[in-house]
């Protein structure tokens, strides 16, 4: 598995297993099935509801030797009602605690509200602590991404944000390099909208190296230098996901998959109106 160094000197894999929308009741197994494919990068969040379950997962794959803790990258989230600084400290106790781990390797604010800059001196501090070794940030454009690190003494290891061949996010990815954030492609398939698995032009690009579309996107991801998510609970679909280190996309490739870029979400803008009013109306009913 490939490796990317962080701007704090982590080292993380640079290809992951999210679990976001996996049924409960299926989430355990699929944790335990990725990381006997050869996923060490696990990814949750305290929204998810499922990191009890990830940890399930993650404590069968070490108790059955598959893996070591220290060979796993484990990362979860904090959500919009958990950013004040006191809660943000409990919060990340609570999913230590929940996952049943000491530390976790990764842990972001998932989305750009609330009191983040309250929530990013908890972090700063269990980091300091030895409970987090890298610590970031979630959907965060650009220019708040910016002002993030102009006003923080830490700069975030990670921003997660969208990145697949609809919004490939190309001078998003050049702000950031600039400034030492790494870019974490969440959603890379767009959940399959825009019809991206019967594209011609990746079904094309694929049957150059007898890859699947799916490969060809997450190899595109992989010579951009960007870390990766990818989600299955299928187990052969994940071994697919994870063969895709014995094959290079050409220069003419690239361009190809360039020309693709519609520059804009395949889901939605954080910065709209209706959306973060959507957050807004989440949060509450969280807290109910």
Known sequence: MQTIKLNNGVEMPQLGFGVYQIPLEETAEAVYQAIKAGYRLIDTASIYGNEKETGEGIKRAIDEGLVTREELFVTSKLFILQAPEEKAAETIEHSLDTMGLDYLDLYLIHQPYGDVYGAWRAMVAAQKAGKLRAIGISNFKSAKMI???GLNEVTPQINQIEVNPWNQRIEDQEWHEKYGV???????????RHELFTNPVLKEIGKQYGKTVGQVVLRWLMQRGIVALAKSVRPERMAENIDIFDFELSTEDIEKI?????????FFDHDAPQQVEWFMKRMEDTEK
């Open 182 to 192: 790494q870019v974490e492609a969440w959603a890379p398939f767009a959940e399959g």
């Open 147 to 149: 002002e993030f690190v």
């Open 258 to 266: 360039a020309a693709l870029d519609m520059k804009e979400s395949a």
